[in-house]
């Protein structure tokens, strides 16, 4: 749960409950049961994230749903990390090499993770070539980007992978992996996708923040999106460093430089099948995957989005900065957008009609001559602690920002606890004991901080108890 305290967005951990059935009317009353005993109005809910499930974002029975029949102000906003995991795994639909090359991929981590002694083998053939030692990564469907860790770790130790392979060529397996990874074409494209997907990682990290605004989101896109198109005209650091090597490995052929025609080059230590055509291959491949990847951060998060969460953009002091002072930008600027919110939120502002009319030219004066280097958060924490008399509806505005759950990260990292809590070895927990002990580790301050003696004296105090003592009179 999020909410805003003197000014500042805090995000707790409130239950770990256990839900007799996975329907949206379900989810919504043990919702609102805990709501009741959090002494909290399910109705004063502004926002609920999720993870995009119909169960919780479907338009008319969904928990979102059922929550706007309480309070229609309510925003349903569809998890800004998930959303981007949608678009790297729906880009690689439509390029049929690209699906090859993950099952391939998946096939590596397996072929290496279920035997010790591939992986001493890999290990040791790894400190032969003063690559780094490094483990192949899995690939999982449930975490986000995890093929950019994959692609990344077969890149750096490309070579003693191919050897590792090459050694085993006797098991149909290692012969089958070493067939398809040993080729210019699959070199390129893990070089390519380290590269694409290490920065879609980066903005995948910043979208995972426990406290994200809608601020921080749209400027991350764009920039990723910019980064990304222009890997077509000017290949980035890893794929620039990989075609440069091959190159320097064909023009050591001299005049046996293929036409049309296949051959084998040396890439650092390994050797690999090249042709123009692979070159060609991976160029086409190249072009489609990014149009899809932009066409998708396009179609997910496209930037004339006049939605309810991009109207609170208008007023993040960062948009204001290209205005003038005296223009007349600076009187137009934002109008659409805080009329929007100012019908919106009509039940919940103190005076809608005064927030679009009076109290927003005024607070755009003041931001344009006074707080143009604060960030969003910076100014709600302004507004909202030492101007909430003067800029009251602004004030409130600022108070939904903040609590707008943009990614539902956090509740995927309490799933995560949750699941080291109670595992296969300890099954028999209660939901009780689980809630108790996620609360602790979620919550609680960190174990060298804890009184152990306090907790101890709190406990022995509850009732009478025998306790066992094992000491020496010595």
């Known amino acids: 749960m999020t909410l805003v305290n003197h000014g500042m967005r805090e995000t707790h951990f409130i239950r770990n409950v256990e839900i007799e059935g996975g329907s949206a009317d379900i989810v919504t009353a043990k919702l609102k049961e805990v709501c009741n005993d959090m002494g909290v109005d399910s109705s004063k809910?502004?926002?609920f994230g999720s993870d995009g499930a119909s169960v919780m974002m479907g338009k008319r029975g969904g928990?979102?749903?059922?929550?706007?029949?309480?309070?229609?102000?309510?925003?349903?906003?569809?998890?800004?990390?998930?959303?981007?995991?949608?678009?790297?795994?729906?880009?690689?639909?439509?390029?049929?090499?690209?699906?090859?090359?993950?099952?391939?991929?998946?096939?590596?981590?397996?072929?290496?993770?279920?035997?010790?002694?591939?992986?001493?083998?890999?290990?040791?053939?790894?400190?032969?070539?003063?690559?780094?030692?490094?483990?192949?990564?899995?690939?999982?469907?449930?975490?986000?980007?995890s093929m950019g860790n994959a692609v990344t770790t077969v890149h750096r130790v490309y070579s003693s992978i191919l050897l590792s392979l090459e050694n085993d060529s006797s098991n149909p397996t290692a012969k089958g992996l070493h067939n398809f990874f040993a080729k210019s074409s699959a070199l390129l494209v893990t070089a390519y996708l380290r590269d694409v997907l290490g920065s879609i990682g980066i903005l995948s990290k910043v979208v995972q923040h426990d406290n994200l605004i809608m601020t921080t989101v749209n400027p991350m896109i764009d920039s990723t999106k910019d980064c990304i198109k222009s890997m077509l005209e000017t290949p980035a650091?890893?794929?620039?460093?990989?075609?440069t090597a091959l190159e320097a490995a064909v023009a050591a052929l001299g005049d046996e430089?293929?036409?049309?025609?296949?051959?084998?080059?040396?890439?650092?230590?390994?050797?690999?099948?090249?042709?123009?055509?692979?070159?060609?291959?991976?160029?086409?491949?190249?072009?489609?995957?990014?149009?899809?990847?932009?066409?998708?951060?396009?179609?997910?998060?496209?930037?004339?989005?006049?939605?309810i969460t991009s109207s609170f953009q208008v007023l993040d002091p960062g948009s204001m900065r290209k205005l003038p002072a005296s223009s007349a930008e600076l009187g137009n600027y934002g109008s659409t957008a805080i009329n929007m919110l100012a019908e919106h939120y009509i039940s919940v502002l103190p005076d809608h009609e005064a927030c679009a009319k009076a109290e927003f030219p005024l607070f755009k004066k003041l931001v344009v001559d006074n707080y143009l280097n604060l960030t969003f958060e910076e100014m709600a924490k302004k507004v909202i602690t030492d101007l909430g008399e003067e800029f009251p509806n602004i004030a409130t505005l600022y108070q939904v920002a903040l609590i707008l759950p943009m990614s539902s990260a956090v509740c995927e990292r309490g799933f995560s606890m949750q699941n080291v809590i109670k595992d296969c070895h300890k099954n028999r927990l209660t939901t009780t004991s689980v809630n108790r002990l996620t609360f602790i580790c979620l919550e609680g301050p960190p174990?060298?901080?804890?009184?152990?003696?306090?907790?101890?004296?709190?406990?022995?105090?509850?009732?009478?108890r025998r306790l066992a003592h094992a000491g020496s009179d010595k």
């Open 45 to 47: 809910i502004m926002g």
């Open 63 to 145: 928990v979102v749903a059922k929550l706007k029949e309480d309070n229609p102000d309510l925003i349903g906003i569809h998890c800004v990390a998930h959303r981007l995991a949608l678009v790297t795994s729906q880009a690689s639909k439509g390029v049929g090499y690209l699906l090859e090359y993950e099952r391939k991929l998946g096939a590596l981590f397996s072929y290496f993770h279920n035997s010790p002694a591939r992986m001493k083998s890999l290990k040791e053939i790894q400190a032969l070539l003063s690559e780094d030692n490094l483990r192949i990564a899995g690939l999982h469907t449930v975490r986000w980007l």
């Open 237 to 243: 650091t890893s794929e620039r460093e990989t075609r």
């Open 257 to 307: 430089q293929p036409d049309r025609g296949h051959c084998q080059v040396e890439y650092k230590s390994a050797s690999i099948s090249y042709s123009p055509q692979m070159i060609e291959q991976v160029d086409s491949l190249k072009t489609t995957f990014t149009g899809n990847i932009i066409s998708n951060l396009e179609s997910r998060f496209p930037t004339d989005d006049m939605s």
């Open 447 to 464: 174990y060298k901080e804890f009184s152990f003696e306090k907790a101890f004296l709190k406990w022995n105090a509850m009732k009478e």
